[in-house]
């Protein structure tokens, strides 16, 4: 099997050139193929922001140059995720933190008494901030077809009682990869007088995004996704909800005039638009570093990256079929488009054993277990899943009475090389052929290489 570090990939990233040891005391270059949980950063979006580094400073009011400096590229970095986004005029751009920030923050701004909509099918991050919020929610169970999610959504919003309204729906599944259909569903919504939220983290790094033309309300996404480092994110649109809004935090930035009352009390006058939610110093690398991707995705042209991305999809798919033992899970359908993110099981393998030992025997990072969707892969799996004797990993907990369940996600980008995908495809082959060639145990929850196996197959 080859372990060629040769890069061919539309844009560079950081990390392309790491070696990792094996099991064997052997070094290979490091096949990064967990993309969904956390793209490497773009080496563009490092190199511009070491080059601003040096004129770090503090942000707003500020009368100094490294004050101002600091001030225009935070704010003009908000003109270019709004460009990304192609936001509509009086739409607007907060950053947080990332995806979770960005729809707690909404959560806690919709009005009293709204209902929010949301597919069991749900990143946690889209799934949970509406409860935890005190908001009534309706849980949507998970659809089979397109179409059904769009029938099962009217049919829930016409039974719906008067009031605000809301749906949370994801762009493309953290799980399976599955596109959504955003559109059909938005317009729905509409018609029943609900407002859109997008979670958009696994839709923006592969998809040219357009606010108006999905016709969403609001539209969420992280950094750490979009090949910008970990700790900032985006929730940006209309400012309505927001602006009639408390603040998220309360702080400095937020705050337009604060003054004590005779009373011994204070009154707050706050900002509205974004400052109104941004509280406290800003990230400004972090939101630097978003502009600096987007911009990078855009110059490198989305129909060049899609067409290329769906032909690593086309490989990483037939590749796979070639294997009985191997499982791809889908909640379309075999034939759904999706982006670069697939899941699967291996019959008599363990999840979190297998992917330990395409990490340990072969340099390959995969991601197991319930993905933060954990209703969605339990429906995926409650009647496939391989039943497996394995004391080797620690799935997520199952519920009483339920098997433990995990599964395998491969995941990629516009910073995967070729020779990643065919390396995974060669090192699924050879351990459903030949099993692993080390002995594997449970440390604290990992899956860590033992012992190696004489069966003569092969050094590590």
């Known amino acids: 099997m080859s372990l060629s570090t040769e890069i061919c990939a539309p844009l560079a990233v950081l990390g392309h050139d790491v070696e990792v040891p094996l099991a064997s005391g052997a070094k290979v270059g490091y096949a990064a193929l967990d993309y969904a949980a956390s793209s490497p950063a773009l080496q563009r979006v490092w190199d511009d922001v070491a080059a601003y580094a040096p004129y770090y400073g503090s942000v707003h009011r500020g009368a100094g140059y490294l004050s101002q400096l600091s001030t225009d590229l935070f704010e003009q970095s908000r003109r270019t995720v709004a460009e990304f986004l192609d936001l509509r005029e009086g739409d607007q751009v907060v950053f947080t933190r990332a995806t979770t920030d960005s729809l707690n923050l909404l959560a806690r701004a919709v009005p009293a008494g709204t209902r929010v909509f949301a597919f069991e099918t749900e990143h946690h991050a889209s799934l949970l901030p509406w409860a935890h919020a005190g908001l009534d929610v309706t849980y949507l169970r998970a659809p089979r077809s397109r179409a059904a999610a769009v029938a099962a959504l009217d049919a829930a919003l016409t039974g719906a009682p008067e009031g605000p309204k809301l749906l949370c729906v994801t762009g493309a599944s953290n799980v399976t990869g599955e596109l959504w259909p955003v559109a059909e569903l938005a317009a729905t919504a509409h018609r029943h007088g609900a407002r859109v939220v997008l979670d958009a983290a696994q839709l923006a790094p592969h998809h040219r995004v357009s606010v108006r033309d999905l016709d969403v309300d609001w539209i969420a996404f992280s950094g750490h996704k979009i090949y910008a480092p970990f700790g900032a994110g985006v929730l940006a649109g209309r400012a309505d909800w927001l602006d009639a809004a408390e603040p998220y935090l309360a702080g400095g930035g937020a705050t337009r005039t604060v003054a004590r009352e005779t009373d011994g009390s204070v ?176 440390e604290g929850g990992r899956c860590v290489p033992t012992g190696q196996i004489d069966r003569g197959r092969r050094e590590g």
């Open 267 to 442: 009154a707050v006058r706050w900002h509205t638009g974004p400052a109104r939610h941004e509280a406290g110093s800003p990230n400004v690398i972090g939101a630097y570093a978003i502009a600096s991707a987007c911009r990078a995705l855009t110059e490198a042209g989305w129909d060049a990256l899609e067409a290329r991305e769906q032909q690593l999809v086309a490989r990483l798919k037939a590749g796979l079929a070639e294997v009985p033992q191997v499982k791809v899970l889908n909640l379309f359908g075999a034939d759904s488009a999706r982006v670069g993110v697939l899941s699967f099981v291996v019959q008599g393998w363990n999840s979190s054993h297998f992917s330990a030992a395409l990490s340990a025997e072969y340099g390959i990072g995969v991601r197991d277990g319930l993905f933060c969707a954990h209703p969605l892969v339990r429906a995926l799996l409650n009647d496939d899943a391989p039943a497996v004797d394995s004391t080797c990993g620690a799935p997520d907990p199952s519920l009483p009475g339920e098997r433990s369940l995990n599964a395998i996600r491969v995941s990629f980008g516009a910073g995967t090389p070729d020779e990643h995908i065919d390396r995974f495809l060669a090192a699924v082959r050879e351990l459903v052929t030949d099993g692993a060639a080390w002995n594997y145990r449970n």
